[in-house]
């Protein structure tokens, strides 16, 4: 049986959350075009809809208890290494808005796929890294998923970015989302989204300008009615503009700073291989 954690709802005082300036130009976090669809809670004598914990942020959908996405900063130059810690529940917003058994499971339930990775927010002094790998074990920061979410080519992505980041400062900021359709196919009394995306910023180690790329990996394959299929994630890169229309979100100007020129109908190009990323334009 799973463990699940709740503190009190001051244990969070302090989190700062996603930074928008991380990578040393301002990044915002997307903007959501129907804020209706937006949980808010109490906080500090304020109404809140961002979630910060320690080097991340989530904004989560109230009405399907998932979250519309969560974005992080990553600091490649400080990581630190902690045991997996137990699931917690947020204790800033009620526990009917966070799901915690209905569809997760062994076989054929499915598995918690994290939005922010695990050993993303897990940098800095060792207090704060610690911080980190606890926060990104809240159900807030899960998706229910076919199989381990940062897995394959998908798990590679933000490496690669690493790489290509600048070499004094390796820091790159992402934000991670499923796609939340009103036509998903319900499991256990959830609807289980059948894609996700994901956008990655940096400053790239050559140009030094700021380069921002979309990919989006799709579990409908694996989705057929009451049939569950166990296989591999079809991940590809797309436009931040199809991203954007799709979700519901806005990226700022980030869209315009996508090199990638692909995509004109929606469909992106299929990945087997971070090298096939198209970083700059043609």
């Known amino acids: 049986m799973e463990v699940f954690e709740e503190g009190v709802p001051d244990d969070y ?21 129907d804020t209706s669809e937006v949980l808010t809670f109490p906080w500090r004598g304020q109404q809140e809809s961002e979630l910060k914990y320690q080097h991340f942020s989530v904004v989560m959908n109230r009405h399907r208890r998932l979250c519309i996405f969560s974005a992080g900063n990553i600091n490649g130059a400080m990581p630190r290494r902690f045991k997996r810690p137990n699931w917690r529940l947020d204790a800033r917003i009620p526990v009917a808005m966070q799901i915690r ?49 940062n897995g394959g080519i998908w798990l590679a992505l933000e490496s690669y970015a690493l ?6 400062q390796m820091r790159i900021s992402v934000m ?31 140009t030094r300008e700021l380069c921002a790329t979309g990919y989006t990996m799709s579990q409908e394959d694996f989705l057929h009615d ?3 299929v166990f296989g591999k994630h079809k991940t590809s890169q797309a ?12 990226f700022g100007s980030l869209a315009e700073r996508d ?20 970083y700059r334009r043609r």
């Open 13 to 33: 005082i302090g989190r700062g959350g996603y930074d928008p300036r991380f990578i040393g130009v301002e990044v915002p976090l997307p903007t959501i075009r």
């Open 101 to 149: 058994h209905e569809c997760y499971g062994n076989e054929p339930k499915f598995s918690r796929g994290h939005m922010t990775r695990r050993e993303d927010p897990v940098w800095g002094e060792p207090l704060e890294a610690s911080l980190g790998n606890r926060d990104s074990m809240h159900v807030t920061n899960t998706v229910p998923q076919m199989q381990p979410f």
């Open 163 to 168: 790489h290509h980041a600048r070499s004094d």
């Open 176 to 206: 991670t989302g499923p796609f939340l359709m009103p036509d998903d196919p319900i499991r256990d009394g959830v609807k289980i989204p059948r894609s996700f995306w994901k956008v990655i910023v940096f400053i790239h180690d050559q």
């Open 226 to 228: 009451e049939e569950f």
């Open 239 to 250: 436009r931040i503009a199809a991203i954007e229309q799709r979700a519901g979100l806005t």
């Open 259 to 278: 090199p990638f020129d692909g995509d004109e109908e929606g469909v992106g190009r299929w990945l087997t291989e971070p090298a096939q990323i198209q």
